[in-house]
């Protein structure tokens, strides 16, 4: 069977308009969720207002998430909607990931819980700043990438993504390897796991962009 971009989906499909819209919103509460994380963890930014910046714009992130699988069921139930299972896969698939993101930030803040009392900062910001940055950048294509169906802007993610995290498992082994103290240590190789599970979500869903359906998600992984 040969499966269709969304590009070529979306081209077509004028009912999932709204559900893209659904869609853009988690991804912007994924990513307002992640710059006052990150202001938290790597600046210690105070961590004054969190029920609103992070847990509930969580909550709104897993309210969506269940509106968009009720309408894409509601849609596939009607008789003669058979055609819009290309476009149900890959709304489960992007919203599934989008959701994770939400999860992943809400253990990276946990991380700030675990520090010392008494952080070196410099430490902090010396190793963490520059890839949380790059994070947020990525966070931002993605979104780009989805909503305008682009798919250079998609490869460009899923190419940096997969950079990203080879650079965060060499960071880790380089912290196994190191000096620190074993609290720091510790929260270091936690946030840098988190980062690789945040940028290989933002992937999958640039996936959806780049890949026929039958690949979302396998982006790099050969054929058998």
């Known amino acids: 069977m040969s499966f269709r971009s969304i590009l070529d989906i979306f081209r077509e499909d004028n009912w999932s308009n709204n559900l893209v819209e659904k869609i853009t919103e988690m991804l912007d509460l994924g990513s307002a969720m992640f710059e006052y994380t990150a202001g938290v963890v790597i600046e210690g930014e105070p961590d004054s207002d969190s029920q609103v910046k992070l847990y509930d714009r969580d909550k709104r992130i897993n309210k969506l998430e269940r509106k968009i699988r009720r309408r894409v069921v509601t849609r596939l139930s009607v008789s003669g909607n058979e055609a819009d299972i290309p476009s149900a896969l890959i709304f ?9 993101i939400g999860d992943y930030i809400k253990n ?3 991380v700030g ?3 010392p009392e008494n952080p070196d900062r410099a430490l902090y910001r010396d190793r963490l700043a520059e890839p949380a940055e790059e994070i947020a950048a990525i966070f931002d294509q993605c979104r780009q990438a989805f909503v305008e ?6 490869g460009r993610v899923i190419k940096r993504a997969k950079a990203l995290g080879r650079e965060f498992e060499d960071m880790i082994r380089e912290i196994t390897t190191s000096q620190l103290g074993t609290q720091d ?4 190789v936690l946030v840098l796991r988190f980062f690789k599970r945040l940028v290989a979500h933002a992937s999958n869903i640039a996936t959806t962009v780049v890949m026929p359906i039958d690949l979302i998600d396998f982006y790099d992984e050969p054929d058998s």
């Open 149 to 154: 169906s682009d798919e250079e802007t998609a």
């Open 113 to 115: 819980e675990m520090m």
């Open 92 to 100: 489960t698939n992007v919203v599934k990931d989008a959701e994770r």
């Open 108 to 110: 990276l803040h946990e």
């Open 185 to 188: 240590a510790v929260c270091l």
